[in-house]
Each structure stands twice: as C-alpha cells, then as structure tokens.
C-alpha cells in the first residue's frame, strides 16, 4: 500500500462521499461548463487539501465530522482548482498533472472564466449555508495567495532577497492555503479558537516544508518531480540559492546573479549554478530548514491524545518532506 492510501486510510469513507458532494457543487445549467468540470474531476490529484480537512475535523471531533466539513472541504478545493486552472493561464501552461490544462483545450478566456465561476461557487456554497465563519478562513487565504504571487513578481526583479523576504512569500504562496485546510477542518466541528490556531499553524509549518522539498527538487540529478534547473530558468529565486546569494564573496555572487539574468538558457551555465549552490552547502541549509518547520509542526500534535488521524497527520508530515514528487 502507499504512503497516501495509508494516510487515507481513516477517512476513505468521508472522501468517497466527498468527491460525490464535490462533484456536485460543481454543476450548472451551462453545458459547457459541466463538460468542463467533468473534465477537471476527473483530473484530480492526491486530493491532499481535503484530506487536511478531514483529518483535523475527526482528530478533534473523536472521529465524527459533519456537513460543515463536507461544506469545507469542497469550497477548499473549488477555490485551490480555481487558483490552479489560472496559474496555467498566467503560465502559458499546457499540461497539469500529466493532463492538458483548460486553456490548452479550450483557451486562455474559457479557463479565466471557468476559474471565477469555480471561485463564485465556492463562496456561494458557504454564504448559502450561512458558514461564515468558514469563508472568512477561505477569503484570508485567497488574499493571501495573490499577496504572495506578486510578492514573488515583484522580488524576482532584483534576485538578491533575503530569506526572510523568501518566507513570506512561500507563507502566503503555499503554506496559507495548507493552513486554512487545517484551519477549517478544525472549525467546521470545534468552537474552542485556540484549537483552530493551532491547527492553523500545524497546516502552515507542513505548507512552509512542501515548498522547501519543492525548491530540492530542482537541484536533484534524476529530475524527480519536475526537470533539474527548471526554476533557475525562471529566475525563481529558491531557498538553496538565496542561502547561497547571501554568504558567498562579492565576486561569487555578482557571477551567480548573472547567470541566472543573463544566461539561464545555457544548459551549461545551470549546471556550472548547480554545481556551486550544492558545493556552497545550500543544498544541506535548505534541508535542514525544511526539518526544523516539520518538527515544529509535528511539536503541535504532541498535546492531542493518540488517535487513527492524527497517526494519519504526522504520516502526512513525514510524506510531505519525504516524497519523491
């Protein structure tokens, strides 16, 4: 069996109902738009942001969730597919997941549009059933993932941030919508707001990790996940880079920062970047980041009594910095 179906394991009967409900929420009178959705539900991947929902509500709930978290789950990952199906748009990409992207098949303005009714009907599933509370979680973490994209825009221009600049940015990119996950799985069954807080910050720490592995990946040789040097490409400044940027010699990082200015379509000059970010020990730093967010994380599970889900929350903690894509 692997990690994610062992993770599963707890709430496989919640997610099967889940993706009936999600499937569900999706619909319209518009033939085209459920040609669409049918489409993307039949994409999905690991589904790990429902997951977070489920099992913080039935660690905190001894076992038992309820329609709020069905409610939640679902206006989750209505707004996490939105967010995807217009990051390929301002990408020009055209593959998600192995599958084509929306705007590959049916164009730049059908994915936008099909990305705000995504985004329409999940606050509408929450505003309908007068769970507020929720919405105000999802809102945050939606404000928060623009915050940060154009954070990283806005950065990527000068390549020399620092790390701190760098949390930020991956708090607000990745970690916030990890942490609303958590957030809401815990508040869909539990009043008790220090609870929702420590959740909240639970999600955050394992979202703050998963971007950290993600940034390894592009120094890994056998290309794992995504092709070696593909954010250097970019000039996505990455935590083993920025270490690197801010304690090497003035000469060194002149010739860094040049390089992935001006020359970082020469497969050569990647490798020469590679190369000096692993022997600089960037690499080891990011790493070593990495496992202090996920031990911080796994400290805030310490104080719940034993259960199946929370066996399932830190399996997930370790999936997160272990997986190999």
């Known amino acids: 069996m692997n990690v994610i179906s062992q993770i599963k394991l707890p709430i496989n009967s919640e997610m099967e109902l889940f993706e009936k409900k999600f499937y569900d929420s999706m619909t319209s009178k518009v033939a085209l738009l459920n040609r669409i959705t049918y489409y993307i539900v039949n994409r999905k991947g690991k589904q790990m942001r429902p997951m977070f929902v489920f099992l913080t509500a039935k660690m905190l709930n001894n076992g038992v969730v309820n329609e709020r978290t069905y409610r939640g789950a679902s206006v989750i990952e209505l707004i996490h597919t939105a967010t995807l199906v217009h990051d390929d748009v301002v990408d020009d990409s055209n593959r998600r997941r192995g599958f084509f992207s929306i705007n590959a098949l049916w164009k730049n303005k059908i994915a936008v549009l099909v990305g705000d009714y995504l985004l329409s009907k999940g606050l509408l599933l929450s505003i309908d059933n007068g769970d507020f509370d929720l919405l105000k979680i999802i809102s945050v973490a939606v404000r928060e993932m623009s915050e940060g994209e154009l954070l990283q825009i806005e950065k990527a221009r000068r390549l020399d941030i620092i ?29 008790d707001e220090a609870q929702v ?25 056998d290309a794992i996940g995504k092709p070696t040097g593909i954010d250097i490409k970019e000039q996505k400044m990455t935590l083993p880079l920025i270490y690197v940027i801010n304690n090497c010699s003035a ?33 080891a730093y990011a790493e ?14 310490q104080n719940f009594p034993d259960s199946d889900y929370k066996a399932s929350l830190l399996l997930m903690v370790n999936y997160v910095i272990e997986r190999k894509i």
């Open 163 to 191: 790390e701190d600049i760098y949390y930020e940015i991956i708090r607000k990119k990745t970690a916030t919508l990890i942490a609303s996950c958590c957030a809401l799985g815990a508040k869909s069954v539990n009043e």
């Open 197 to 221: 807080e420590t959740m909240r910050k639970f999600g955050e720490l394992i979202g703050m990790a998963f971007q950290i592995k993600d940034d390894l990946f592009d120094y890994t040789e």
């Open 251 to 283: 000469k060194e990082k002149s010739w860094l920062i040049n390089s992935i200015k001006n020359h970082n379509k020469d497969k050569k000059r990647v490798k020469e970047v590679i190369a000096f970010v692993k022997s600089q020990n960037g690499l």
């Open 288 to 301: 070593q980041k990495m496992i202090e967010f996920q031990q911080e994380a796994i400290q805030l599970l």
